[in-house]
């Protein structure tokens, strides 16, 4: 029988394909996805379809409020930034880091994993094209399976848990020729920060600019419909 | 200008004593209480009745789904333990355990804190009458704080962050006394698992045996109103 792996699936490129390296790693994925006041409901969907073409076990959609504290121009009404430079390695953070998100995220995937008697966690972050949020570095990560097992009664019973990263040292490019190879369906993700009413990406958030860049520079046709052709 | 401070409060004795202490060392404190799928609106109320008492800033009330994933008495159908021996020190974890419920917790106090840039968290966590939960132990708030400073803006730019829990070498009798000399009104709280109807505590879960002896050993009268008086 396959080892049971909550799988935090947001809809992305690099979920999709952590959800499909954990099946080919032999665990049965249980995916987990976050209502978190998004401004769209775009990316959701795209989670259950993902969801449904890797047939996972079970699909837990956790409503909780990021919006009661703001600060990030995904759960408020600031805008987006637009064209901007996702080149030069500015240190600055940029203004759609949710304060804590992987934080919050990696904490309730705990409580599910403990609950389901499962060690393993799977997790898309990835530092090379990680645009500059603080909870996508491995330090992080290290750090945070550590204070896991002092949480848990895994830890206490001494059966370590893990936080999978298999994306971490990834360029976008190599992500998608990995995910290819396992034979993800990209068609079926989603990555825009600012989506157009039928689901279009916008093609100049920054989000949009690393997926066509990561398709570009894969040489693997992006299969993403953008409202604007650049 | 006094520091701010997130305040966790939960509506039970420690969290309002931790309140108290934050006010005494000089923070302005900024509550946070959690909607999580609780049997009972009663300790909700008791931490609005503490948050008013105090005079915080804020109080931010999550709604979050921890019977997403069950696996806790207190949030899912299971009976709540009665008349059990607190004093043994049993190493096993009662059933009233949520998995990693002050993970979650302290991940949006430290989402909270990152948005109004405050550097310092109160949890009343004790390590002494902590029931058996991991998530109460020194070691594990001690790695959670390592993990929080590398997962934010603050890590980042090198302003620390800390996790204060100055309750977590005291017994609930010396608790009681340190928040009763701070002039906490204890008759605000609530810590019954089983509560009547009428808000009235049960007297024989955990929770309310633990209380009752703490006051018992502190030597200042109870101001609970119970179901059964033993």
């Known amino acids: 029988m396959n ?4 799988v935090l699936l947001s809809g992305g490129i690099d979920s999709a394909t952590c959800c499909a390296l954990a099946k080919r790693n032999g665990f049965e994925p249980y995916a987990m996805s976050f209502s978190y006041g998004q401004r769209h409901s775009v990316e959701l969907n795209a989670a259950r379809r993902i969801a449904s073409f890797f047939g996972v076990t079970s699909h837990s959609i956790v409503e909780i409020n990021l919006r009661a504290f703001g600060g990030s121009s995904l759960t408020s009404d600031e805008s987006v930034p637009k064209h901007r430079d996702v080149d030069t390695g500015t240190p600055e953070i940029p ?3 949710v304060p804590a998100r992987n934080t919050i995220f990696l904490s309730f995937a705990l409580g599910w994993a403990e609950v389901l008697e499962c060690r393993d966690i799977f997790i898309g972050v990835n530092a090379v094209d990680y645009s ?3 909870d996508c570095r491995p330090e992080f990560i290290a750090a945070y399976q550590k204070m896991a097992n002092l949480a848990t009664k895994a ?3 001494g059966h370590s848990l893990t936080i999978h990263t298999p994306l971490l040292s990834l360029t976008k490019a190599q992500i ?3 995910g290819t190879e396992c034979g993800v369906d990209y068609g079926l993700t989603h990555s ?3 989506p ?3 689901g279009s990406a916008c093609g100049a958030c920054d989000s949009c600019i690393i997926r066509k ?3 570009a520079d894969a040489g693997i046709p992006d299969p993403t419909r953008y409202v604007q052709l650049s």
């Open 192 to 194: 825009c920060y600012d």
């Open 176 to 178: 998608i020729r990995l």
């Open 213 to 215: 860049k990561g398709f």
């Open 3 to 6: 080892k049971k792996a909550v």
């Open 95 to 97: 203004n759609t880091y």
């Open 196 to 198: 157009a009413d039928d």
């Open 155 to 157: 830890g206490v019973g």
């Open 132 to 134: 500059g949020y603080p």
